[in-house]
T-cell receptor, first 114, second 114 residues
Framework: AQKITQTQPGMFVQEKEAVTLDCTYD???????LFWYKQPSSGEMIFLIY??????QNATEGRYSLNFQKARKSANLVISSSQLGYSAMYFC???????????FGAGTRLTVKP | NAGVMQNPRHLVRRRGQEARLRCSPM?????VYWYRQLPEEGLKFMVY????????ESGMPKERFSAEFPKEGPSILRIQQVVRGDSAAYFC????????????FGPGTRLTVL
């Protein structure tokens, strides 16, 4: 069964500093996708970044990068140079090939301090 | 290029009434998913549909909940005889017809049952 674990309920970071949000997953399927979503206080779910299980390079999208360590089954989100507007809940998610649903972790609430 | 549309954004119902939540997927997306989010929790999968077909409803409560995605028009999530425990945010997502495809979420419908 799939399982996504985010061990940090809350994180604080100073503006312009980097921060890493942890995510580990559990699957026996060799083909899967890993995703990070941001949910600000307004409530919408915003797609940030995607990593395929066969991708050789770590995914990057602007200030976001995904530190993919396949052997450890971890997919940490790295935010470089945090901005005040980055304060939000961040969810890690996984979707196995052939599985219809995407499973979400419990989320990490990131607060960026000025 | 409009994103996933959901309406209404907020819905208030009294116990025993029916709730109808609508979702229009992104253009070119033929896969629709419904998720439920309780306060301070991650998203939980409910149902996956393609046009005129329910593909996977393993996350949907067996009673009172139903979903459809007709040939024409939006996908509908219907909750009959609502109870207070149905109060949650309901998100619709769509993805292109490709496995491990990225899901794009709508803004959600916040259902409050009085």
């Amino acid at each position: 069964a799939q399982k996504i674990t985010q061990t940090q309920p809350g994180m604080f970071v100073q503006e312009k500093e980097a921060v890493t949000l942890d995510c580990t997953y559990d699957t026996s399927d060799p083909s899967y996708g890993l995703f990070w979503y941001k949910q600000p206080s307004s409530g919408e779910m915003i797609f940030l970044i995607y990593q395929g299980s066969y991708d050789q390079q770590n995914a990057t999208e602007g200030r976001y990068s995904l530190n993919f360590q396949k052997a450890r089954k971890s997919a940490n989100l790295v935010i470089s140079s945090s901005q005040l507007g980055y304060s939000a809940m961040y969810f890690c998610a996984m979707r196995e090939k052939g599985n219809n649903d995407m499973r979400f972790g419990a989320g990490t609430r990131l607060t960026v301090k000025p | 290029n409009a994103g996933v549309m959901q309406n209404p954004r907020h819905l208030v119902r009294r116990r025993g009434q029916e709730a109808r939540l609508r979702c229009s997927p992104m253009k070119g997306h033929s896969h629709v998913y419904w998720y439920r989010q309780l306060p301070e929790e991650g998203l939980k999968f409910m149902v996956y549909l393609q046009k005129e077909n329910i593909i996977d409803e393993s996350g949907m409560p067996k009673e009172r909940f139903s979903a459809e995605f007709p040939k024409e028009g939006p996908s509908i999530l219907r909750i009959q005889q609502v109870v207070r425990g149905d109060s949650a945010a309901y998100f619709c997502a769509s993805s292109p017809p490709r496995e491990t495809g990225i899901m794009f979420f709508g803004p959600g419908t916040r259902l409050t049952v009085l």
